[in-house]
């Protein structure tokens, strides 16, 4: 059925991993190169003509991010990335608000590995930390995440849109919630921004962790958006000259924060038409899997999740297998945060998959470079390979979701 | 024609050399997440393996000893941070970084001598007074002096006292050998856009018996002490500025030109004030006061000269302050409003010179004819 195309002895592996990381956009790169080159100044050093010329680099770059989650330009704080910007809204806003006798954290247990850890490292310190199980389609139930917080609570945090199963929590409502309890709320939303409409406005967010490399711009940098109005207090992670208003220390990087600007222009202005897109990308592959492969079933909401993820179990099929026998893809069974590790992903176990089937699952990323032709290719070599590594006999068939 | 420009600020920032931008923009155009497993990942691991190795070497440290951070600033902040048991003690004209992250955990002040070299019969006083254990923080070389330190012998005095040693050495590679193992330190900061290297890439160098409490925290990646999808191409670059800089091309004729540059302005200006003359200096480095003529007013003007310098480290969030390193040498208030740093590096030519000696000598003239 498919126009699957046959790969080229020496063609790289068809790239099926874009929650883990995005290739920098050509254009991204070509904004970037003229501040690794000629135009070197550190944004700090206002005294002389490059440093100023830096930083307003930085300034339009910030904007370019602001624009796109409807904040301010002077809400964005510039970090390494996600993680960072992570353990600071959540470290930052426990530490400043222990004082007024606010000391609890709530998460849920499928957030990314760095918001779980830093709440586990903050939890060694004194504070409280709730970790709040998700609904069987990974997605948080309102009810019990308002029974979860009480008058000791300082923040709340869920992710916007999830890296292995791509679900997308109701952020509004959430952000609704949070405001009507008067409790900060931080969305991780390294996964959602750029690919979704985020307005931080639209959805009562107080804090929000960005990433450069998951919006096809570069690596070692991301944002904590910090609302202004009404003001989220938080303490600094990393002190000293005190850039970034106090709250991130460290010389800008000239060069990624024109990347991260550039990458949020272009996605604020390709995301129409790139969602759509995507969104028909992911059908294909996912309609094409259940025509040859029956058995395999979708984790996660197969509605509110993000255009270009699909996460899908193969019964009796353990997936490092499956990936070793499709050479010409490059997959992933969950977080590369965690890839090293052997054990099956803790968000699916959450989720209430059995190890058997979690350790049978694969995580599909598509994106802006992704094209018909590779998702039939991929199709076609998964479905060959399931074959050929269940020919042997299998465990019955799963009560399956699809 | 356009106006000549004249960059002599570069111990706030170092352009980048021309192998580190080929190699950050190769990496660019490389997908991969350096933990996937897949081809993509396994070739951006190799990749940081190989920049890994480089960033030892600078250094003369061991490859697993280095973490990869976003620059000098968290480095300092991991470092001193990360030991919460210990007193932290830094000298009085650490980087703003050091003196921030040392207030947690604050076990006082090493006071530093009119030279600019940090006090080691005080530091030893101080040891002695408090038994509890300490982090001695003291740096390779003060970036707006250029007074390099006794590493070795502040290693020593901490260590016998059972204190571990933090140096930050950001600036220092590239200008000066640093020497991880023989100056017998425990933790060693360094940064990548000091030497040539992208802005936002540095490390920590933690020595291998050593365990740290993280503060990202995140995956596993840096082996559990810094979490965080690793940047890729900006530790690549800075794999290949550490190259570069083991090799410490033109170091002496940069130290002749600054010779020069110091020899000239002293010689225009017969009350100007060389800090840290007195005491071994990076070769690149001059901070000269031009008496009864504020800092601000000489940056400005040098500024629309065409030439750049600083009043002190960039990093002051864009503020002309005072400078807390002059300060705590004890310079009188009247000298130390007056200083600015001039900075010189690979790229640096006699002509450079020639047009600085020009812009100063231009304002030194100035406002003493309008003093007369």
Redesign the interface.
Known sequence: MTGAIARKPNQ??V?L?YQ?????D?RV?EA??PW??EK???P????????REA?EAVERARAQLASLIHADPREIVF??????S??LAIKGALRFHRQFGKDHVVTLTTE???VI??A??MAREGFRATFLPVEGNGLVDLGKLAAAIDERTAIVSVMAAHNEIGVIQPVAEVGTLCRERGVLFHSDAAQAVGKIPVDVEAMSIDLMSI?G?KIYG????GALYVRRRPRARIAP???????ER?LR????????CVGLGEAAALAQAEMAEEAPRLLALRQRFLDGIKEKLPRAQLNGDPEQRLPGNLNLSFPGIPALEL?AACPGL???TG???????VEPSFVLRALGISPELAAASLRIGLGRFSTAAEVDYAVDSLAAAVKRLGAAPMTSALAGTT | MAPR?T?L?WN?????HPAA?DA??EA??????P???????RRARQAVNVAREAVARLVNAAPDEVIF??????A??LALRGFPRRRVMVSAIE???AL??A?AVDGGRIPVTRAGIVDLAALEEMLVADARPALVSVMFANNETGVVQPAAEVAQIAHRHGALFHCDAVQGPGKLPVDFRALDGDLMTISS?KIGG????GALILRGDLAIEP???????ERGRR????????IVGFGAAALVACAMEGSAEIATLRDEAERRLSALAPGAVIFGHDAPRLPNTLCIAMPGVPS?TQ??A??LA?V????G??????K?TRSHVLEAMGAPPAMLECAIRISLGRGTVAADIDHLVEAWGALYARTRASAA
């Open positions: 790289p592996p790239y991993d883990a990381t995005t290739p920098c050509p790169v970037m190169l690794f080159t070197f100044g550190n700090a050093s206002v005294t002389h003509a490059y440093g930083e970090t390494s990335g996600a993680t960072e992570n353990n990314h590995k760095c850890e830093s586990h490292a990433s490399h570069p690596k070692g940098i992670l990393i002190d000293g000259g005190g850039q106090g220390s460290g010389t800008l990087p000239t060069p990624l990936m490059a997959l992933s977080s590369a945060c965690t890839a090293a590790e | 420009a960059y600020d706030a920032n170092a352009p980048m931008i950050v923009s660019l155009g490389l997908a991969g997440n933990s996937s497993v897949h081809g993509y990942g951070t976003s620059g000098g600033t968290e300092n902040n980087h703003e970084s921030a992250a207030t856009h992208p802005m936002g890439s503060f990202v925290k995140g995956g596993s990646q979490g965080g999808t690793e940047n890729f191409p900006g601000a940056v400005i040098l500024d065409g750049m310098v600083s009043a480290a960039a990093c002051s969030a864009g002309v």
